[in-house]
């Protein structure tokens, strides 16, 4: 491939470098020049372009780009068609993301010109999210480096999806004087939505004193059963493996493979076996729906993937997960204090296009619609967060039941959007520099994108606000610095902020993502169907 100026006598066949605007001719990036463009810009005085000229052997962007996602795909894994050098892999099915790590970095070792990125290794996954993306970074790079970088991805696909497997999970909670039944009550609320997910079953639910005979028998009798995970809630926390619960374990006749894990929150996790099942001992941080060292247990249990002592020994790096905000002691004293950037989540919207059920808590992977976007942004480190409700008040109340939001009602919520997010600016503390404002219909955001948007503040503190880009097209959610509350606080009707970002022309920061999450809401039957199928 040759890269330089061509002059425009010779530059039919070949590829633009740069977009070009001259008189009435426009030749966009990547355009092939034609011999009428070719005139055209002669025609307005252009002698010369930067255009790249294919030599013999070379492979185009997109086809070297589709032969090399072609190879990289596994199970449960679907390439989209190429464009622009690019092709994006997707989960076809929940699970747990495989990844041959020494092959990834065989293949990006190739050449500059031959990437991939996935997400990490053994992450759970649901049906359509974007887990890798190849891209070829020139116009076309040679067949022999092609040839070079599928040889390095060797003879398995490196990327694939162990999906869940039906699975039933019998819990048994050990109690305590003093423990309230509510507590074990809201344990297996959260339990039932960590198994959604997998379509997983919660099969039994045994509750026993805290003592290792009673609490033995549980387990004997649970994996002697129709379980294909035991998993143990104590009352206290494991800390030895003499106590109580691998006590139990190991009376029942099992074994104790591991206890402890390199990741916190979830240090005192302990991992069993007995009769061929898992049997897991909780960390007491599992009773929260935080993610933490449990949660990684589980998923792999539950797509079959074996977890024993290696496999915790391995998951330090990494493991540093984000802080749970109900914690007592928390590692960084003021980091959600004064001055931290906080959010917004409207929820008074009518629904009208859903029909008669109200779109923010119909179900969505195991939890309301509206309580994933709500979790994205506590889970992103945002404080105050702020729920506007409105239309249906009691029952979005109850879909964010026990989290630690405050909730501000619109009773004008029929007026239109302006009224619902006046009102949560109103309730923001005086010294919040920004604030990120979510949709409560746009539940596949992530803590990653609220991140990027806070980060994008930091990094530019004189913008009014901060966007996120998909493919140059703005999506949500949007963040607001405190300069433009005022201006916010002026709008009517059904009117958001867009006016005003468009008002505050360079002043907004955009921030590229490449995650379809922030083009993606919610508004009809068949846009939930297509969610949660």
């Not at 059963?225 to 030895?240: E, L, M, N, P, Q």
Request: hydrophobic share 50%.
């Amino acid at each position: 491939m040759k890269f330089g100026p061509v002059a425009i006598t010779e530059a039919v066949g070949c590829i633009a470098a740069h977009s070009i605007r001259a008189g009435t001719t426009v030749v966009k990036k990547g355009a092939t020049v034609t011999a009428e463009l070719a005139g055209g810009l002669k025609e307005a005085g252009i002698a010369e372009i930067v255009a790249v000229r294919l030599e013999p052997g070379d492979v185009g962007e997109n086809e070297a780009a589709r032969r090399l996602a072609a190879r990289m795909a596994g199970e449960g894994i679907r390439a989209e068609a190429p464009f622009t050098g690019r092709v994006n892999l997707f989960a076809t099915a929940a699970g747990v993301l495989k990844v041959d790590v020494a092959a990834i970095d065989a293949f990006n070792s190739i050449d500059e010109a031959i990437t991939v990125a996935t997400l990490p290794a053994l992450k759970a996954v649901v049906a359509g999210e974007l887990v890798a993306t190849v891209k070829i970074i020139p116009y076309a790079v040679p067949e022999a480096q092609v040839a070079e970088a599928l040889a390095a991805l060797g003879a398995n696909a490196p990327v694939a999806v162990a999906p869940y497997h039906p699975s039933r999970v019998a819990v048994i909670s050990t109690l305590l004087p003093g423990l309230k039944p509510s507590v074990v009550d809201k344990t297996l609320r959260i339990m039932e939505e960590r198994l959604a997910p997998a379509e997983a079953i919660l099969s039994a639910d045994r509750r026993v004193p805290h003592e290792p005979g009673p609490l033995a028998a549980a387990i004997a009798a649970e994996a002697a059963g129709k379980a294909d995970i035991v998993v143990v809630f104590g009352a206290s926390a494991i800390t030895d493996r003499r106590d109580v619960i691998p006590q139990a374990l190991v009376d029942a006749g099992g074994t104790v493979e591991h206890l402890g894990m390199p990741v916190d929150p979830g240090n005192l996790l302990m991992l069993g076996r007995l009769a061929g099942k898992p049997v897991i001992g909780a960390p007491g941080c599992a009773r929260s729906p935080k993610e933490n060292s449990f949660d990684w247990v589980l998923q792999r249990s539950l797509a079959r993937i074996p977890v024993g002592r290696a496999e915790a020994q391995r998951m330090g790096v990494g493991g540093l997960l984000m802080e749970i905000v109900s914690r007592p002691q928390p590692r960084a004293p003021g980091q959600h204090g004064a001055g931290a950037v906080a959010g917004i989540v409207l929820a008074a919207g009518q629904s009208t296009r859903m029909g008669a059920r109200n779109k923010l808590t119909q179900p969505l992977r195991g939890k309301p619609i509206l309580r994933h976007a709500v979790e994205a942004q506590l889970e992103a480190g945002l404080s105050p967060v702020i729920v506007v409700t409105g239309h249906e008040r009691v029952a979005v109340e109850a879909a964010l039941s026990e989290l630690p939001v405050q909730l501000v009602h619109n009773p004008d919520y029929a007026s239109g959007l302006a009224g619902s997010l006046k009102a949560g600016i109103a309730a923001l503390p005086p010294d919040v520099p920004g604030v990120v404002v979510s949709l409560g219909d746009m539940p596949n955001v992530t803590p990653k994108v609220i991140g990027g948007l806070v980060e994008g503040l930091k990094r530019q503190p004189e913008a009014l606000a901060v966007v996120p880009t998909l493919f140059g097209q703005r999506g949500n959610p949007v963040l607001l610095a405190r300069e433009i509350f005022l201006a916010v606080s002026l709008l009517t009707g059904d009117r958001g902020a867009r006016r005003l970002l468009d008002e505050a022309g360079e002043r907004v920061v955009e921030v590229s993502f490449e995650d379809p999450s922030i083009a993606i809401d919610v508004d009809t039957p068949e846009a939930l169907r297509a969610l949660q199928g």
